[in-house]
């Protein structure tokens, strides 16, 4: 019965938070977008480093992505993670667009268990 009630509640905890995010692609950005407010766009060419870590929940693991863009002054960061509506498209896509992209990210992320792991997918050379 507590297990049950442990699924439910994670269950209903993802999909809030699932809702208020959604990331959009096309084929030259990213767009991020809280309850339908545009937050940033990312243009794929503005791209200049792409992390992905995992940040620790307790009882899950949360993988996250910062992308780093911009250009002097400009640059900045956005942090986006696996429960946003559109993230396995964002990481396919930066796949595609970014020369010298690490495609085998994932599992050097994934483990061990909550542990951080920052792992750096994508840095532009100067």
Known sequence: MLVQWWR????????????RWYLKVSDESIRIEYMGKEIAEIKSRDVNEVVAFKRDLFTEDLI????????????????????????????????????????DWRMKVVKPAFEAIWTVLYRRSA
């Open 8 to 19: 439910k509640l994670k269950e209903l905890r993802f999909s809030q938070r699932r809702q």
């Open 64 to 103: 996250c992505v910062q992308i780093t863009f911009g250009h002097g002054n400009h640059e900045r960061t956005e942090e986006i993670h696996e429960e946003m509506r559109g993230f396995d498209e964002v990481m396919a896509h930066l796949a595609r667009q970014l020369p010298g992209f690490d495609r």
